[in-house]
């Protein structure tokens, strides 16, 4: 004797079937269980602070008849502000891994300086050369020549 089923059998056990897979689905996407052994949180370390409240900075300031240079660093130039005497020859020398220019403000000098590599300007008139870096205008710095 063969079995038939009624619609409503039918319906129930699609009802059933689609729950299932909506369970199946929902278990999918839920976080992972956490058995084993459990970790012990640990202290976050305290701070000590010193009592500097306003520090004032000083401008690094280098003289030598020889030469001069000046390091292009984490997008800033070493040392800031630099002291040279009239026919002195700086170089920069770029360390960061992307190009820069070192461009003065008054046009004196203007070069691009790739990763690794240096540019070199010989100074022969006193006076204050702030510049700065064309593609990354917040790198600024100055060489004073006397």
Do not use: R
Request: charged share 5%; proline share 8%.
């Amino acid at each position: 004797m063969q079995k038939t089923s009624t619609p409503t059998t039918t319906k129930a056990w699609l009802c059933l079937l689609v729950v299932g897979f909506l369970v199946l689905l929902a278990a999918c996407g839920s976080a992972p269980s956490t058995t084993g052994t459990a970790t012990t949180p640990t202290a976050a370390p305290t701070a000590t602070l010193t009592t500097n409240p306003t520090p004032t900075p000083t401008p690094t300031t280098a003289t030598s008849s020889s030469g001069n240079s000046v390091s292009i660093m984490n997008f800033s130039f070493s040392p800031n502000s630099l002291t040279v005497k009239v026919g002195t020859k700086v170089t920069w020398t770029n360390h960061d891994s992307v190009t820069h220019t070192v461009t003065a403000d008054q046009g004196a000098f203007n070069s691009p300086v790739s990763a690794g590599s240096s540019f070199s300007f010989t100074f022969t008139k006193a006076g204050t050369f702030a510049y700065h870096c064309m593609i990354h205008p917040s790198m600024t710095a100055t060489i004073v020549v006397q």
